[in-house]
Nanobody
Framework: VQLQASGGGLVQAGGSLRLSCAAS????????ITWFRQAPGKTREFISA????????DYVDSVKGRFTISRDNAKNTVWLQMDSLKPEDTAVYYCAARRAYGSGWSVASMNYWGKGTQVTVSS
């Protein structure tokens, strides 16, 4: 499956952005979609995941209550709504896919990656 992340940009602290991850190729509904981010000088970290049907989701503690993941399998798209953004959310955001939901969200466990989209939050 090919993935393309978009929607990044520059926003002030407290603002919002909505990232999109558009998929093509294989059957989109067969894949769990995740979001990771990587800040300069830091390792890539898991942010959020959504199950194949969209009924289950997971978030890293630092974004719980601020970020919301959703998907529309008919549109082959996953969104990450990011509200109450903080300067520490500044990073390149990536979407990734794999078949299984749960059991940890490591970078190595992802089978497909999209190119990232830059999110910059100014203070």
């Amino acid at each position: 499956v090919q993935l393309q992340a978009s929607g990044g940009g520059l926003v002030q602290a407290g603002g919002s952005l909505r990232l999109s991850c558009a998929a093509s190729g294989r059957t989109f509904s067969n894949y769990v979609i995740t979001w990771f981010r990587q800040a300069p000088g830091k390792t890539r970290e898991f942010i959020s995941a959504i199950s194949r049907s969209g009924t289950d989701s997971d978030y890293v503690d630092s974004v719980k209550g601020r970020f919301t993941i959703s998907r529309d399998n008919a549109k082959n798209t996953v969104w990450l709504q990011m509200d109450s953004l903080k300067p520490e959310d500044t990073a390149v955001y990536y979407c990734a896919a794999r078949r299984a939901y749960g059991s940890g969200w490591s970078v190595a466990s992802m089978n497909y990656w999209g190119k990232g989209t830059q999110v910059t939050v100014s203070s």
